[in-house]
Every structure is written in structure tokens, then in C-alpha cells.
């Protein structure tokens, strides 16, 4: 099994900036084996792919949130984080950590981290 515990969200005013963490445990995890992400779902809309980090580090993010967010991870915490700059009211939305096993094709997903732009 793989646990998925998100943290940092919050209000911040349009314009500010966020960092979320999601911290990864359990007896399954290796963060040799796993792609991690960040998604969001706002009021009303499905949920939507934000960023993503590869084994080996590479990238990919939504075309709305190119140039202001960015993912990290840290493998020897088996933590991984999402910086995200320039927020705007639609950034407005839960963010949910994923963990996708490559071989198994199999998805692990956090509870769910509140994040609200508004002033």
C-alpha cells in the first residue's frame, strides 16, 4: 500500500504564491518505481492534470499553469512538492497528490489539499 499526505494549501491573494509538499510512505513505495503528479478539481469541473515528474526527473504541466508552477521531487524524502507563483482565482481548486506505479498501472491518490485565490 501507498499513503499520499498533502499539505500547504491555503488562501493567498491573486498574484501570490504557494508551495505544496506531499509526502509519500508505505511498504509499496519506492520512488525508484513511481511517477508522481499534481491534479485539481474545482467546483463543478472534472479533474484535471496540473503537473507531472518522471522517475528521471522530467516534466510536463497544464498549458495554464506553464511559466508559474513548477514540481519538484526530493526521492530521499519520498517527497514531492509543487511550487506554484503568480496565482490566479481560476488556480482556485482541490490539489490531489497522485503516485502512478509504471509497471503496474496502478494510481495512488492523497485525500486532497484546499487551495483558494482570492482578495
Known amino acids: 500500500q501507498v499513503q499520499l499526505v498533502e499539505s500547504g494549501g491555503g488562501l493567498v491573494q491573486p498574484g501570490g504564491s504557494l508551495r505544496l509538499s506531499c509526502a509519500a510512505s508505505?511498504?509499496?513505495?519506492?520512488?525508484?518505481?513511481?511517477?508522481m503528479g499534481w491534479y485539481r478539481q474545482a467546483p463543478g469541473k472534472q479533474r484535471e492534470l496540473v503537473a507531472i515528474?518522471?522517475?528521471?526527473?522530467?516534466?510536463n504541466y497544464a498549458d495554464s499553469v506553464k511559466g508559474r508552477f513548477a514540481i519538484s521531487r526530493d526521492n530521499a524524502k519520498n517527497t514531492v512538492y509543487l511550487q506554484m507563483n503568480s496565482l490566479k482565482p481560476e488556480d482556485t481548486a482541490v490539489y490531489y497528490c497522485?503516485?502512478?506505479?509504471?509497471?503496474?498501472?496502478?494510481?495512488?491518490w492523497g485525500q486532497g489539499t484546499q487551495v483558494t485565490v482570492s482578495s
Open positions: 497522485n503516485a502512478y506505479h509504471v509497471m503496474k498501472n496502478v494510481d495512488y
Open positions: 508505505g511498504s509499496d513505495f519506492n520512488s525508484n518505481i513511481y511517477r
Open positions: 515528474i518522471t522517475r528521471g526527473r522530467g516534466t
